[in-house]
């Protein structure tokens, strides 16, 4: 699918909006910002490249959207805690956040295999990671009275599909972290879901790839739709669930994953 920016609409679906979005400098989160300013959305980006999210942000604004960036590290409180204020500051609110930045190891193979700085990488990027955005973000929220927010999982937080297990037990405390906070807050006016993600052509993946080629072939194996998804498909569905369209969808876990669940 096309990932190029599309000038920003008046009658797009985050129109008015602001959204948060990490891990933006590459994949999903960059197709992410793209499609969302393209939608109306005034986009906060968040990774650690500072090149790449003003090249970034340079590119949406050329086209008519409006875009900010805050570098940090989601490991971090105060970078994350930064990003929140950047939305404010700039924009005047944060409406949406999309939590999307993740770490899969550096290394595959079975548990007794992996190095013990691979767990702790993996677990604080997704899960601290999560966590930190979670709790920086929604009391702006709560005293909006609204929000929605998207954690990126994986269909590897309901299975195991042969990713790394510290990354297969991560992706299933992100969708516990989605419950929760769905549940602790859905009457102030916050819904909170996950997407649960199939292999998608990162740079993470093709960099895995690139290292073992016959990974190609064994990420797709169990899927209906035998290949990986291009990083904008997943976009479209954060963009749903951020938007008014889904006003009745919170706590929920959406599948966008070539159907790897269904079988």
Same mark, same amino acid.
């Given at each position: 699918?096309?990932?190029?920016?599309?000038?920003?609409?008046?009658?797009?679906?985050?129109?008015?909006?602001?959204?948060?979005?990490?891990?933006?400098?590459?994949?999903?989160?960059?197709?992410?910002?793209?499609?969302?300013?393209?939608?109306?959305?005034?986009?906060?980006?968040?990774?650690?490249?500072?090149?790449?999210?003003?090249?970034?942000?340079?590119?949406?604004?050329?086209?008519?959207?409006?875009?900010?960036?805050?570098?940090?590290? +989601?490991? %971090?409180?105060?970078?994350?805690?930064?990003? *929140?204020? @950047? !939305?404010?500051?700039?924009?005047?609110?944060?409406? /949406? $956040?999309?939590?999307?930045?993740?770490?899969?190891?550096?290394?595959?193979?079975?548990?007794?295999?992996?190095?013990?700085?691979?767990?702790?990488?993996?677990?604080?990027?997704?899960?601290?990671?999560?966590?930190?955005?979670?709790?920086?973000?929604?009391? +702006?929220? %709560?005293?909006?009275?609204?929000?929605?927010? *998207?954690? @990126? !999982?994986?269909?590897?937080?309901?299975?195991?599909? /042969? $990713?790394?297990?510290?990354?297969?037990?991560?992706?299933?405390?992100?969708?516990?972290?989605?419950?929760?906070?769905?549940?602790?807050?859905?009457?102030?006016?916050?819904?909170?879901?996950?997407?649960?993600?199939?292999?998608?052509?990162?740079?993470?993946?093709?960099?895995?790839?690139?290292?073992?080629?016959?990974?190609?072939?064994?990420?797709?194996?169990?899927?209906?739709?035998?290949?990986? $998804?291009?990083?904008?498909?997943?976009?479209?569905?954060?963009?749903?669930?951020?938007?008014?369209?889904?006003?009745?969808?919170?706590?929920?876990?959406?599948?966008?994953?070539?159907?790897?669940?269904?079988?």
């Amino acid at each position: 699918m096309n990932d190029r920016m599309t000038p920003a609409h008046s009658t797009g679906l985050l129109t008015g909006k602001t959204v948060m979005i990490t891990g933006a400098s590459s994949g999903i989160g960059e197709a992410a910002a793209r499609l969302f300013a393209s939608e109306g959305a005034a986009v906060v980006l968040m990774a650690r490249r500072e090149d790449r999210l003003k090249d970034l942000v340079h590119e949406i604004e050329v086209s008519g959207g409006r875009a900010a960036c805050s570098v940090g590290d +989601v490991t %971090l409180a105060d970078d994350v805690e930064r990003a *929140v204020a @950047t !939305a404010v500051e700039r924009f005047g609110s944060l409406d /949406g $956040a999309f939590n999307n930045a993740g770490y899969a190891g550096s290394t595959f193979g079975r548990s007794h295999e992996l190095p013990e700085e691979d767990f702790d990488r993996v677990m604080d990027v997704n899960v601290r990671g999560t966590w930190n955005c979670l709790r920086r973000q929604i009391p +702006v929220m %709560l005293d909006a009275g609204h929000g929605a927010i *998207v954690n @990126t !999982a994986s269909s590897a937080g309901l299975i195991a599909t /042969g $990713a790394p297990s510290p990354y297969i037990a991560a992706k299933h405390a992100v969708l516990g972290l989605t419950k929760a906070a769905a549940a602790e807050y859905g009457a102030s006016g916050i819904r909170v879901n996950s997407l649960v993600v199939g292999t998608t052509r990162t740079e993470m993946i093709n960099a895995a790839v690139a290292a073992e080629p016959a990974l190609e072939e064994a990420f797709v194996a169990r899927q209906i739709q035998k290949r990986m $998804a291009g990083p904008r498909e997943v976009a479209e569905a954060a963009l749903w669930l951020l938007s008014d369209r889904s006003s009745f969808a919170t706590g929920s876990h959406v599948a966008v994953d070539g159907g790897i669940l269904a079988i």
